[in-house]
């Protein structure tokens, strides 16, 4: 083994590293077991003594019927080998004191009982400040099936959160925490996780059949006399370490600049792996230009079989799983928008590695913003999703109508902790509804300041767990930098707004009036004189036109309106979009034909945009605009029912 401190794949250290993990497991496929043994440090980052450490148990939440995560979801043992669960065979400290007596299961989220996802060490001693705790412990892991993230079904192994691994121990300031502590949830249906980056060397032993891949680098193979295989990864500073083996997988091997790429497949599915792999370059060319540096020089991503899809759409930084079908035609990019989004993860959860249990759409959220960025840069046009003669879908818009759509969309704010979404909201908040106001916010400020904003995030923030308030204020410091105070002071009002409140956004032109306007008509009185005064004939030709706009949503934002004239003429007007309704008057020899808010696609956050349009008269230009409107909503109907 290589020793836990020290380089052996990055040149310098991108993290703290103050946790890391030495494994040697063995998965027994018989009893769908994998035990071992890891010893696991955690150095004490803050200034006050520590006497306990919180450890993650993820595997107990399919323990039972009644864990957290089968009380607020679906799943379910399949039958008696179905359940999953993890146990601590023993554990001591550096010195061979014996903790097995100090431990016990803790419910840092609620008061169920029965969910045994965290588990206490306390310690005989206190942790000094910058001091290391070394924990040696044997344990035991079942796997689960049905596969949830992680699991088993018949010889297929996809194995995540599977060992005792440490919470994040904060200290005070750290994602504006008042005072220092562990944070360390429970394993909940809607929450992903949060960690410390951390070096891992693991061993696993396995059947000599089995085809594996993981998020280390693989530093030796080595066969047993017993018919078995011994695999070697090392990863540094990654914040988790996932595995998979299967006899059936198929490897493929390619390379992007430093990075050599994997790829595990099935055989059904070796058509796609031109589509899966080129993808993951396009991800990585993208994120590289417009966020930052891909730091590690490997990735692994496996697009599981049919028999484990329910391991797909997941990421663990190094290691990311896509998810397909074993015939996807071309025009539809499922494979690789799912591909493009779990490698994007490896930016937003695994190099930023923000707290998705508390901040799910700092992760989730952004993630998807990125993801439909590259997909509709890259494939279709804009039209990345699908792309057919005469249906085709935006992923930006696919997700827009997943948002727009939801009945619930009001029922939240956007910044809960993952588990707090009431009424199913979790999904359309933490990935749509963030992604729109992204893109709304990228509509405000353009897009270059939007890649300033990413890269200076990325610049500063990286590997260093940052707040959504911490990329608020990113925001606010590069838009002043940018564009000064065009949108005021700061951006908090647009946060106040989409994040932390729970209003929509919708702007509607109501009406068009176009009145001939006329002189004076009736009695003028001067002196004596009284005489009846008629218009001249001339100012009968002059238009009085106005365009009605209104704003029916909670939310504010500028925008724009473009106001087109009879004889083709054309004005743009800026709206601060502040008041409820607003005027546009014009007085001319031309008539108002139609008026559109936001005619760029600028605020993609307006649930409604059917009304942000009104022709008065048909014209051309104007019938071919609706049409437009018309087929696009079209496509994006077949699209939902087609995906
Ligand atoms: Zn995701």
């Known amino acids: 083994m290589f020793p836990l401190y020290g380089q052996v794949i990055l040149r310098t250290p991108l993290s703290p590293r103050l946790t890391g993990y030495d494994i040697n497991a063995t998965l027994v496929p018989d009893k769908h077991i994998v035990s071992g043994s890891v010893k696991a440090y955690w150095i004490n980052p803050s200034k006050a003594d520590v006497s306990e450490a919180l450890l993650h148990m993820y595997m107990n939440a399919f323990k039972s019927n009644k864990t957290d995560m089968c009380t607020e979801g679906d799943w379910s043992a399949a039958g008696k080998e179905g359940y999953g669960w993890i146990r601590i065979k023993t554990i001591k400290d550096k010195n061979g004191t014996d903790l097995l007596g100090n431990i016990q299961y803790v419910q840092p989220d609620d008061s169920n009982i029965d969910d045994q996802t965290v588990l206490k060490v306390t310690l005989p001693y206190a942790v000094k400040p910058g001091d290391t705790l070394w924990l040696d412990m044997t344990f035991e892991t079942k796997l689960p099936s049905p596969i949830r993230r992680t699991g088993f079904k018949d010889d297929y192994y996809f194995v995540g959160q599977w060992f005792p691994k440490f919470g994040v121990y904060e200290p005070a300031g750290m994602r504006q925490r008042p005072a220092d502590g562990w944070n360390c949830h429970q394993f909940h249906e809607n929450s992903e996780f949060y960690s410390n980056h951390s070096v891992y060397n693991v061993s696993v032993t396995m059947p000599a059949n089995y085809v594996a891949g993981s998020g280390g680098k693989l530093m030796s193979e080595t066969k047993n006399s017993d018919g078995t295989k011994t695999l070697t990864w090392r990863a540094e500073d990654i914040v988790d370490f996932a595995w998979t083996a299967w006899p059936g997988y198929k490897v493929f091997t390619d390379r992007w600049r430093d990075v050599d790429i994997t790829f595990l497949t099935s055989q059904p599915r070796t058509d796609q792996v031109e589509r899966q792999i080129s993808s993951l370059k396009n991800a990585l060319e993208y994120l590289d230009k417009n966020v930052g540096p891909y730091p590690w020089p490997h990735v692994t991503f496996v697009d599981p079989p049919t028999i ?336």
């Not at 959220?365 to 999703?385: K, M, T």
């Not at 109501?510 to 005489?531: A, L």
């Not at 008065?616 to 609706?626: D, G, P, Q, S």
């Open 308 to 643: 484990g899809a329910g391991a797909g759409g997941m990421e663990y930084t190094t290691l990311f799983t896509s998810a397909s079908g074993d015939h996807v035609p071309d025009e539809l990019r499922m494979p690789e928008m799912v591909t493009i989004h779990e490698f994007g993860h490896a930016y937003f959860m695994g190099i930023m590695a923000s707290n998705e249990f508390e901040e799910p759409w700092l992760d989730e959220g952004v993630n998807s913003f990125w993801e439909q960025r590259i997909v509709d840069h890259y494939y279709g046009n804009g039209y990345g999703l699908l792309t057919l003669p005469f249906i085709r879908c935006s992923d930006l818009g696919f997700s827009r109508l997943q948002y727009v759509s939801d009945r619930s969309r009001t029922a939240a704010t956007n910044d809960l902790w993952s588990w707090n979404y009431p009424h199913g909201t979790y999904g359309v908040m933490s990935y749509s509804k963030t992604a729109m106001w992204l893109h709304t916010l990228q509509g405000l400020t353009g897009e270059e300041t939007m890649d300033h904003i990413f890269r200076e995030y990325y610049r500063r923030w990286a590997f260093k767990h940052p707040s959504g308030k911490d990329f608020i204020d990113v925001v606010n410091e590069v838009v002043k930098k940018d564009l000064g105070n065009k949108y005021g002071q700061d951006m908090n009002w647009f946060f106040d707004e989409v994040l932390y409140g729970s209003g929509i956004c919708d702007y509607s032109v109501v009406g068009i009036s176009n009145n001939k306007t006329t002189g004076y008509r009736g009695v003028v009185i001067e002196g004596d004189s009284i005489r009846i005064e008629k218009p001249d004939r001339k100012s009968d030709t002059l238009t009085c036109s106005t365009v009605k706009l209104e704003r029916p949503g909670d939310i504010v934002i500028p925008v724009e309106v473009l106001i087109h004239f009879d004889n083709g003429d054309e004005v743009r007007e800026q709206w601060d979009g502040k008041a409820r309704t607003k005027d546009y008057v014009f007085n001319g020899i031309h008539e108002v034909q139609w008026a559109e808010i936001d005619p760029d696609n600028k605020v993609p956050l307006d649930v409604n945009r059917v009304n942000n349009s009104y022709t008065l008269k048909t014209n051309k230009k104007a019938a071919r605009r609706m049409m437009d409107k018309y087929v696009t909503l079209m496509q994006l109907m077949i699209s939902t029912i087609t995906l």
